[in-house]
Every structure is written in structure tokens, then in C-alpha cells.
């Protein structure tokens, strides 16, 4: 049914950037918010950015200004542009599909791909 692939992260400096993808199949992308996620060695899971199927934007304080959430209905695929990083953002980051049906929610989870900002 719903499956969520995501590509790329990597090891960068201080300062440097990455663009995250995630292509998501089945049919429910366009109706859906899409999320990126991100967990740290010793933390919680936590909420980086999200974005409504009508493109409306959420970020995470300490993320503002630095990345960019968004998405392309036409290819299936949500975004993460990621700016100016720093070594606390080193962390698995994951892809989340939210699908919302009245009281009932559906979560669908990407396999995390890593990212690590260090010297």
C-alpha cells in the first residue's frame, strides 16, 4: 500500500547543506500532510517540519530560518532543504505520512536515512 523511500543524507561540515527527498507510492499523497522527523543517539523523536496537502508550512524552532519543507504532487515526493546545518543536527531524519479518516489516524513511516554534520 503506502511505502516511503528517502535519499539524501550524508555526512557534511558545519555550514554545508543537504536536500532530502522522500517519493512516497499509492494513491493518497496528494490528500495527505507529509512530515520529516528526526531522532538523535539518546533522544526522542522529535517533529523537524510538516506540511498540509494545501502546502501550508510547520517547523521545529530550532530548524526556522535553515530548512525548507516542501512538495510535488506531480512526482509524489516531499522535500527537506536543509541550510547553514550544524553538528546538532546530526540525527536519523525519517519521512512520515499522516492520513487522517474522522477519528481514525494512519501513520506510514519512511527507513530513516542518516544525516551527520561534524568537522
Known amino acids: 500500500q503506502e511505502q516511503l523511500v528517502e535519499s539524501g543524507g550524508g555526512l557534511v561540515q558545519p555550514g554545508g547543506s543537504l536536500r532530502l527527498s522522500c517519493a512516497a507510492s499509492?494513491?493518497?499523497?496528494?490528500?495527505?500532510?507529509m512530515g520529516w522527523y528526526r531522532q538523535a543517539p539518546g533522544k526522542q523523536r522529535e517533529l523537524v517540519a510538516d506540511i498540509t496537502s494545501g502546502g501550508s508550512t510547520n517547523y521545529a524552532d530550532s530548524v526556522k530560518g535553515r530548512f525548507t519543507i516542501s512538495r510535488d504532487n506531480a512526482k509524489n515526493t516531499v522535500y527537506l532543504q536543509m541550510n547553514s546545518l550544524k553538528p546538532e543536527d546530526t540525527a536519523v531524519y525519517y519521512c512520515n505520512q499522516r492520513i487522517k479518516r474522522y477519528i481514525r489516524v494512519y501513520d506510514y513511516w519512511g527507513q530513516g536515512t542518516q544525516v551527520t554534520v561534524s568537522s
Open positions: 499509492g494513491s493518497s499523497f496528494s490528500d495527505s500532510a
